[in-house]
C-alpha cells in the first residue's frame, strides 16, 4: 500500500451541470479572485503576490528588527562600558593624584582600562570591540563573538536574498477564459499555456484550488502544469466551498456571456492590484505558441485517461 496517495485532477465537466444551476450574485461584483470580465474574456488572477506580501515581506521586515535589537544591545554595552570606564579613570585620580595612571605603582588593570580610552577620553569602536571579545573571552567574549559572527552572516545572506526576491517576484499573468475561442490560456516566464475549455481539469482540496494547463518545457516536452487559485487569500486554507462561486461565475460566462453573469458592466476589472516591481511579459512569440499547444493538444491525446465515470485513471 503506497504511503503517499496521489491525487489526480478531475474534468470540470464532471461539475458543468451543478455550476451552470448556481444562483449567482449578479448585482455583487464578481467573485474573487477573478479580476477582469467583458464581452469576449473572463480573467482570474492567483495568490502568488499577496503570498508574497503575506510571507516575505513580513519576514524581511522582522529580520530587520532583530538586527536593530541586536545594534541597539551592542551599542548600550558600548556606551555604559564607556560610561563606567570614565567613572573609574575619574576615580583613580580623584583618589591617587591626576599622575596616577603614569606611574609605575599603577595596577595592570586600572592601567588597561586607563589606555581603553583616546586622548579625548572615549571609548573607540576598536578598543570596545577588543574588549568585548578578547579581554573578556574567559567570561563570555568568546560565546559572544561566535554569537555575533553567526548573526552577521545571517544576515549578509538572507537579507540581501529576501531583497531580491521581493524585488524581482514578478506579478503573475491572469489566466484567460476566451468565450470567442472557448480556450483558457495564461503565460509563465516566457512559456504559454493553454487547454480547451471543454477539457479542463481541475483538484480542489482545503488549501488552494489547481486549474490545470498544458505547456511546452524548455526541450519542448508537453508538460502538465497547475495555477494555483486561493480565493480567501489565505495561503494554509481556503476551504471548497469558496471555489464553487467563482467556478460557476466561469462557467456560466463561457455557457451565456458576459450578459448573464454580470448585466450591469459592459466590462469590469478590479481595483485590488498588489504592488510588484515588475509583471511577468507577454511572449513575443505568444500566438505562435498558443497555436503551437492547442494544436499538438488537438491532435495527440496525451492527457490522464478517464473511465466510464469519466474520473482520472491512474497509471499502474
Not at 206 to 212: A, D, H, L, P, S
Request: some cysteine; hydrophobic content about 35%.
Amino acid at each position: 500500500m503506497a504511503l503517499i496517495k496521489h491525487h489526480y485532477p478531475i474534468p470540470l465537466a464532471n461539475k458543468l451541470k451543478a455550476l451552470l444551476s448556481f444562483q449567482l450574485t449578479k448585482e455583487a461584483p464578481p467573485p474573487t479572485p477573478i479580476v477582469y470580465v467583458d464581452e469576449h474574456a473572463c480573467k482570474l488572477s492567483n495568490n502568488s503576490m499577496k503570498a508574497r506580501n503575506m510571507g516575505l515581506i513580513p519576514l524581511l521586515l522582522m529580520i530587520l528588527f532583530t538586527v536593530y535589537l541586536n545594534i541597539d544591545d551592542f551599542c548600550i554595552g558600548w556606551e555604559k562600558k564607556e560610561k563606567s570606564t570614565q567613572h573609574k579613570i575619574k576615580f583613580y585620580k580623584r583618589e591617587y593624584g591626576e599622575n596616577y595612571f603614569l606611574s609605575p605603582r599603577v595596577h595592570p588593570i586600572d592601567k588597561r582600562n586607563y589606555e581603553m580610552l583616546d586622548e579625548n577620553g572615549d571609548l573607540s569602536l576598536s578598543n570596545y570591540m577588543h574588549y568585548r571579545y578578547y579581554t573578556t573571552a574567559k567570561v563570555g567574549g568568546t560565546y559572544r563573538l561566535k554569537k555575533d559572527i553567526s548573526l552577521l552572516v545571517f544576515y549578509a545572506v538572507t537579507i540581501p536574498l529576501l531583497l531580491f526576491f521581493i524585488i524581482r517576484f514578478k506579478r503573475q499573468a491572469p489566466m484567460v477564459f476566451d468565450r470567442d475561442k472557448q480556450i483558457v490560456y495564461l503565460w509563465y516566464k516566457g512559456k504559454v499555456r493553454a487547454q480547451h475549455f471543454k477539457d479542463l481539469r481541475i483538484y480542489e482540496d482545503f488549501q488552494m484550488m489547481r486549474i490545470q494547463t498544458r505547456g511546452f518545457d524548455k526541450h519542448n516536452n508537453m508538460q502538465w502544469a497547475n495555477f494555483m487559485v486561493q480565493p480567501r487569500h489565505n495561503p494554509y486554507y481556503n476551504g471548497k466551498d469558496a471555489y464553487e462561486p467563482v467556478l460557476a461565475f466561469i462557467c456560466q460566462f463561457m455557457e451565456y456571456g458576459r450578459e448573464h453573469v454580470m448585466p450591469q458592466h459592459e466590462q469590469w476589472q478590479s481595483d485590488d492590484k498588489p504592488f510588484a516591481f515588475f509583471d511577468d511579459e507577454k511572449p513575443k512569440d505568444f500566438e505562435q505558441q498558443l497555436n503551437a499547444v492547442l494544436t499538438h493538444l488537438s491532435e495527440n491525446d496525451t492527457d490522464i485517461p478517464l473511465d466510464k465515470d469519466n474520473l482520472p485513471i491512474p497509471p499502474v
